[in-house]
């Protein structure tokens, strides 16, 4: 009897066994990176790029969240869904792609007449978007990042009026890196991706070597 | 103050491109906020330099692999102090030192639990990376357990760990009690695979009750189930690994064979009975000394009922589940949005507008995808959401039938033992038995 139980209990041992490494080989292998190959190498010459055999687990790239501006619609749910409070996703300044305006679409409410920096002119919430007069009639805009809240205005005004130097992006100090990000799921535009954490911007604007345009290229060969 | 701005010393044409277009603009309202060059960056006269944008790194890699190290090395020494040195004390360390690593310095994530949902998903999205680290955390336990029995239970899970500093007054269930709440696990581990696999959610994370505390941040609603939670496991002991947790129900069923596991007693059980009440978990058989306490008659109709229990009920619960279909796919945002943009088409038909728009449609307008589109990926959810919900019911029937059979079945018994599935490897039980050696 007791052999009979314990004969029972090693190959279920066995099969328990067997079944995880399948499981593991199964997603190990299966798992492709699509959107962009984050190996770092450019696939766009490659023959074999639509049927890349390196699966990217075994790259073993952890995955961070991030927010893809060219889907984003400034809803202002970042603000609100994160599980920090305030939010991990902030407004960052890509200063090269910065016009400087003195009429900044992004730093006043629409209507304003006088273009000073009295509080009832401005479209942030919480003054965390500060103004500085640079040389006539450039004027430097910078975010304080203990003050914003990640709302968003000044993006929906900076992209609608102006070059859309201000982009949200998940500020990865802050960010916990939720197995599920609390905001993607609320996201209207699903706008929120997993990157590879060596690639932890999507800040558009920065330079030529910008981890969208690859993507992107890489995208359109397939 | 901005005193540049009493005079305006500058030329027509500068004047035009920085007050009339974006007047102009404001006025045109456009829907599309892509970053356009509209405005070309200024050559300062002044010694200005530009600031560089601070971007900030995520947390280092290897620390991932670090989390790995850890859980690792705190596997083997639970597992050595439950099997090799039995004490309940250490155990009690130990749960202490996982508390604070897993639970306050990681703060929950990721772990074994929630990684269920990400091997689900990678199995079936395959454009979804399951770093190596998240599959190690599902893999490490459930191998542990196979050879040792649940010692990630008993001090390496935070959850646990939090339960068990709470346990100071627990009261016996029962066993009616217990295999009933027992079954609310597998339903949790059914859902929460269906959920991931469709790429709808990760239910785990979302209702996960102590990962508020580990942040020192939570909604309301999330800090009154944590409270509760902890409140009742000052009388139930660990409810949520009881009667919550998805991922208990793989290491129940991996235990269950497991080569080694805790025992009572190291020796030869005297039946004494001081550990009977000593298992806060319910988690300790007793003796059933009668060896065929039913006729063989008796036992062919049982055993013809179950027979044909079985199949009936996971065919029974797989429709069920099959045709909650829509229920169950409703809770998809591409589900969701495919309604909502039939309502649109609907009110638009009847030559209406809307008057105030979500932001999911305005997010749709934006995206420039078609009504077709948004109504095919929506079918194709509902097309997996239909497999899904009878995959889902069957298991479910199968659990239920399971749980009827090993109520209906007579066991035999001849000392107090562990319930090797149940049992969380604690080693409270070792403190109460009277041998030592």
């Known amino acids: ?222 | 103050m901005d005193k540049s701005r009493t005079s305006y010393p500058v030329s027509r044409t500068l004047y035009f491109v920085h007050r009339i277009i974006p007047g102009l603009l404001f006025l045109l309202l456009p829907l599309i906020t892509l970053p356009i060059q509209r405005f070309p960056k200024p050559e300062f006269e002044s010694a200005y330099t530009q600031p560089q944008t601070f971007i900030p790194t995520p947390r280092a890699e290897f620390l991932a692999y670090l989390d790995v190290f850890v859980l690792l090395i705190s596997l083997g020494v639970v597992t050595w102090l439950v099997l090799k040195k039995r004490s309940r004390l250490w155990v009690f360390f130990m749960s202490l030192f996982s508390l604070a690593y897993f639970g306050f310095y990681r703060e929950g994530c990721v772990c074994s639990i929630g990684s269920i949902q990400n091997v689900s998903l990678a199995l079936f999205d395959h454009s979804f990376i399951l770093p190596l680290s998240v599959l190690a955390f599902f893999l490490l336990p459930l191998i542990f357990t196979l050879f040792f029995g649940r010692t990630f239970c008993a001090s390496v899970c935070p959850f646990g760990a939090i339960q068990d500093l709470v346990a100071f007054k627990p009261q016996p269930l029962g066993s009616r009690l217990n295999t009933v709440l027992g079954i609310i696990p597998y339903l949790y581990l059914g859902l929460a695979v269906l959920f991931a696999a469709t790429g709808t959610d990760f239910i785990i994370c979302r209702y996960d009750p102590f990962v508020g505390i580990f942040r020192f941040n939570a909604s309301f609603g999330m800090f009154l189930f944590t409270g509760i939670l902890l409140l009742s496991g000052v009388f139930i002991a660990r409810p949520y690994c009881r009667f919550l947790c998805p991922y208990g129900v793989l290491l129940n069923w991996t235990s269950r064979f497991s080569l080694r596991h805790l025992s009572i007693t190291p020796a030869e059980c005297i039946q004494c009975r001081l550990c009977e009440s000593s298992c806060p978990y319910d988690a300790i058989d007793y003796p059933v000394t009668d060896k065929s306490p039913e006729s063989r008659p008796v036992m062919v109709r049982k055993m013809m009922i179950l027979t044909l229990l079985v199949p009936f009920l996971v065919l029974i619960f797989g429709y069920a589940g099959s045709r909650m279909q829509d229920t169950l796919a409703g809770v998809d945002a591409r589900v969701k949005l495919a309604k909502e943009v039939m309502a649109l088409s609907r009110i638009q038909d009847a030559g209406y507008g809307m008057q105030d728009e979500s932001f999911e449609i305005k997010a749709y307008k934006a995206s420039g995808k078609t009504e077709s589109q948004v109504y095919s990926e929506a079918s194709a959810v509902l097309k997996k959401f239909y497999f899904g919900g009878w995959l889902f019911g069957g298991f479910t029937g199968l659990v239920i039938a399971l749980l009827i059979a090993g109520r209906m079945l007579p066991v035999y018994r001849k000392d107090y033992v562990t319930n090797k599935g149940r049992c969380f490897s604690c080693a409270r039980c070792t403190d109460y038995c009277p041998i030592k050696s």
């Open chain 1, 1 to 222: 009897m007791p052999g009979r139980r314990e004969f029972l209990n090693t190959l279920m041992r066995g099969g328990i066994l067997a079944a995880l490494g399948l499981l593991s080989g199964a997603v190990i292998f299966r798992s492709r990176d699509e959107k962009s190959c984050s190996y770092g190498f450019d696939c766009s010459g490659c023959s074999r790029s639509k049927s890349c055999m390196l699966p990217a687990a075994l790259e073993a790239r952890q995955m961070v969240w991030q927010l893809d501006m060219t889907k984003c619609i400034q809803c202002g749910r970042c603000a609100t869904n994160c599980v920090m409070s305030p939010s991990a996703v902030k407004c960052t300044h890509a200063f090269a792609m910065c016009g400087y305006c003195d009429l900044c679409g992004g730093y006043f409410k629409p209507g304003t007449k006088t273009l000073t920096t009295a509080a009832e002119n401005q479209l942030c919430p919480t003054n965390a978007l500060k103004r500085k007069f640079i040389e006539d009639p450039f004027f430097e805009y910078t975010i304080d990042e203990e003050l914003c809240i990640g709302c968003g205005k000044c993006v929906k005004g900076c992209g609608a009026f102006g070059n859309g130097s201000l982009q949200l992006q998940v500020r990865h100090d802050r960010c916990k890196n939720c197995n599920e990000c609390s905001i993607a799921r609320s996201c209207p535009a699903q706008a929120f991706t997993r990157v590879p954490a060596n690639k932890p911007s999507l800040l558009r604007g920065l330079g030529p070597e910008l981890p969208k345009e690859t993507a992107k290229k890489n995208q359109a060969n397939g």
